[in-house]
Structures are given as structure tokens and as C-alpha cells.
């Protein structure tokens, strides 16, 4: 069973181009959260997407950031126009459905995480 | 609001010696609580979680963590250090009704042989 995909793993992008970073989520979960880490620093939430639905954007800078979770393929963090302050690590991670307490979907398995650098 | 502290910057400790990696939490609800760790450009690989139950939680590697709620701690221990438990430690929280991890700004550990 693959774990959390996502690619690329790393990606250099000029100040004022668009960065694509596409996550497959494990086989069998529905649930996808994005997070962002600067360097020397812990993962700070993005957003999290279920198939087709935002669930919760409240850590999503207002600008230039966009996330989606189509009926198929991957989901896309889209980030426009970037700036040098966009350089971290994005990673992503996945959750089954479900709604029991103990039950694994309270876990979220990450992915490697894409490094993205604005030069 | 969530938020979760990890007072230790860094931990050292010698190989066989016992470890203890430091988690404080704040939630308002019911607090569900992890730790993950994070080996050099790699991903967080999850260690183990407490979400309700006995306080002492035993996950992988042989690592273990106590949750203490009236000190509002999650304290991430090991009873015999290895080389290879040398990364970075994450604590994280959720809180009901929330699917968003607080991470903590993490503690690196290093065993030294």
C-alpha cells in the first residue's frame, strides 16, 4: 500500500512565477491536509480538502494560495506570483474517513513533502 | 484556541541512557494528542497518539508517552536511547471538532553513542 505521493519533491521557481504542488493521498483516504514548514520551524496548518469540498481554509494566506481536491487525481496546492517568503517545505498528508474516537482516522500520514525555493 | 509548547530547543542524551522529550498542550475541548518524528528531508512518520483511555500511551520504536491532564503535558520518553532515534521530535494536538494538527516548533534529539 503506497503511501502519500506528492511531487515534486523539489522545485525552484523565480519571484513572480506559479508553483504547482500536486499530493496523492493514500489508497482508501478521502481526507487531504496541506501544511506548510519554514526552515528551523513546526508545520503550520494550511488547509484541509475532502473529494471536491474546503473543509477549512483558516490557514491559508488570503493572497496568491489556492487548494483543490478534484473527484479525480491529485489534489493541487497553487501558489501565484510567488515571493521569496514562500520558500519552505509544503507537505501533505491524508486521513480516512470516519467519525469514532480511536479510530485511525484521527492519525494523518504525511508525505515527503515538496521543497520549494524562489530564487 | 490550540496551542502546544515545547520548552527544549534540543535534547542530548547518551546511547542506553533513558530519554524524556518535553510536550505542554492547550486546548478547550478534549485534547487528542501526537507525536511525530522527522528524520532529515524526509516526511513526519507518526509515532503514536492519545486520544482517550490510559494515560500511558506505548507506539513505535519503544517509544512511549504519558498524558497528565491536570498538568495539561504529553511528555514523549524512551526508557534506553539509541544512535538511531537521533531526529526531530514534533508534538501536535487536536482539538474536537477540528481535524487541523498544532504542531509544536519541535526538539531535536541527539543520542550520542
Known amino acids: 500500500n503506497a503511501g502519500v505521493m506528492q511531487n515534486p519533491r523539489h522545485l525552484v521557481r523565480r519571484r513572480g512565477q506559479e508553483a504547482r504542488l500536486r499530493c496523492s493521498p493514500m489508497k482508501g483516504h478521502s481526507h487531504v491536509y496541506w501544511y506548510r514548514q519554514l526552515p528551523e520551524e513546526g508545520l503550520k496548518f494550511m488547509v484541509y480538502l475532502q473529494k471536491e469540498n474546503i473543509i477549512d481554509e483558516s490557514g491559508m494566506p488570503k493572497e496568491r494560495f489556492s487548494a483543490e481536491f478534484p473527484k479525480e487525481g491529485p489534489s493541487i496546492l497553487r501558489i501565484q506570483q510567488v515571493v521569496r517568503g514562500d520558500s519552505a517545505a509544503y507537505f501533505c498528508?491524508?486521513?480516512?474517513?470516519?467519525?469514532?474516537?480511536?479510530?485511525?482516522?484521527?492519525?494523518?500520514?504525511f508525505g515527503p513533502g515538496t521543497r520549494l525555493t524562489v530564487l | 484556541a490550540q496551542s502546544v509548547a515545547q520548552p527544549e530547543d534540543q535534547v542530548n542524551v547518551a546511547e542506553g541512557n533513558p530519554l524524556t522529550v518535553k510536550c505542554t498542550y492547550s486546548?478547550?475541548?478534549?485534547?487528542?494528542l501526537f507525536w511525530y518524528v522527522q528524520y532529515p528531508n524526509r516526511g513526519l512518520q507518526f509515532l503514536l497518539k492519545?486520544?482517550?483511555?490510559?494515560?500511558l500511551v506505548k507506539g513505535s520504536y519503544g517509544f512511549e508517552a504519558e498524558f497528565n491532564k491536570s498538568q495539561t503535558s504529553f511528555h514523549l520518553k524512551k526508557p534506553s536511547a539509541l544512535v538511531s532515534d537521533s531526529a526531530l521530535y514534533f508534538c501536535?494536538?487536536?482539538?474536537?471538532?477540528?481535524?487541523?494538527?498544532?504542531f509544536g516548533s519541535g526538539t531535536r534529539l541527539q543520542v550520542q553513542p
Open positions: 486546548v478547550s475541548g478534549n485534547p487528542y
Open positions: 492519545y486520544i482517550t483511555g490510559d494515560n
Open positions: 498528508a491524508s486521513s480516512p474517513a470516519g467519525t469514532s474516537e480511536g479510530s485511525s482516522y484521527n492519525e494523518q500520514f
Open positions: 501536535a494536538v487536536r482539538d474536537t471538532g477540528r481535524r487541523a494538527l498544532t
